[in-house]
């Protein structure tokens, strides 16, 4: 589907992915403009265009593409050791702060393509649901579920830290405020201990 755009040389296809997160995460799918996401890139709107059919072609591939990329960052068999669901979280963080360097934009991305996901109405939206309730299989499958207390499911803990994740978003965008990866990360850190307390049984705090 994406032939064209994957025959460029791989510094040209990182600067049309840059841009496409850039503006996909400080905007949102709806509101990024196509034209400002070519200019940045160095190209014609035709062109980008030409590689990828459309608006929702164009973000469903960087979707794909940062999910591609996020597994296979992950060290399996350092991955598969940990089985604390918290340790694992921080193991993501770890994982987005090494590709930071190469896709800066990444993590708001990521973060904003969740968001968008929850209004939106297309094929990509339902492609990122389904990742997003896949996600939780596919990356805490080792975790010990004996840490946390009996009435508490861990699923819904996940889903309740992404819906604080989105809340995140929406107050930086109400103020104009940019959004700080190293921040969030702080912020996500308090977070963490408070589920940590309300989850877990006792004797594993």
Same mark, same amino acid.
């Given at each position: 589907?994406?032939?064209?755009?994957?025959?460029?040389?791989?510094?040209?296809?990182?600067?049309?992915?840059?841009?496409?997160?850039?503006?996909?995460?400080?905007?949102?799918?709806?509101?990024?403009?196509?034209?400002?996401?070519?200019?940045?890139?160095?190209?014609?709107?035709?062109?980008?265009?030409?590689?990828?059919?459309?608006?929702? @072609?164009? &973000?469903?591939?960087?979707? %794909? =593409?940062?999910? #591609?990329?996020?597994?296979? $960052?992950?060290?399996?068999?350092?991955? /598969?050791?940990?089985?604390?669901?918290?340790?694992?979280?921080?193991?993501?963080?770890?994982?987005?702060?090494?590709?930071? @360097?190469? &896709?800066?934009?990444?993590? %708001? =991305?990521?973060? #904003?393509?969740?968001?968008? $996901?929850?209004?939106?109405?297309?094929? /990509?939206?339902?492609?990122?649901?389904?990742?997003?309730?896949?996600?939780?299989?596919?990356?805490?499958?080792?975790?010990?579920?004996?840490?946390?207390?009996?009435?508490?499911?861990?699923?819904?803990?996940?889903?309740?830290?992404?819906?604080?994740?989105?809340?995140?978003?929406?107050?930086?965008?109400?103020?104009?405020?940019?959004?700080?990866?190293?921040?969030?990360?702080?912020?996500?850190?308090?977070?963490?201990?408070?589920?940590?307390?309300?989850?877990?049984?006792?004797?594993?705090?």
């Amino acid at each position: 589907m994406y032939e064209k755009f994957l025959e460029l040389p791989e510094e040209k296809q990182d600067k049309i992915r840059n841009a496409g997160m850039e503006y996909f995460g400080k905007y949102g799918y709806k509101k990024a403009n196509t034209q400002d996401i070519a200019d940045k890139a160095g190209i014609s709107k035709g062109l980008l265009f030409y590689y990828f059919k459309n608006k929702e @072609s164009f &973000y469903r591939y960087l979707c %794909e =593409f940062c999910e #591609t990329i996020m597994r296979k $960052s992950i060290c399996y068999e350092e991955f /598969s050791n940990i089985h604390d669901f918290f340790e694992l979280f921080d193991y993501g963080v770890k994982v987005k702060l090494e590709l930071i @360097s190469q &896709y800066p934009h990444i993590y %708001e =991305f990521s973060l #904003t393509m969740f968001l968008s $996901s929850q209004k939106e109405d297309t094929a /990509s939206s339902q492609f990122v649901n389904e990742m997003m309730d896949t996600s939780f299989e596919v990356y805490f499958k080792h975790m010990d579920v004996s840490l946390f207390k009996e009435e508490i499911d861990p699923k819904q803990i996940y889903r309740m830290m992404l819906w604080m994740s989105e809340g995140y978003i929406l107050e930086k965008q109400r103020t104009g405020s940019s959004l700080s990866f190293e921040e969030m990360v702080e912020d996500f850190n308090v977070w963490k201990e408070m589920f940590k307390k309300i989850s877990y049984r006792e004797e594993y705090l």
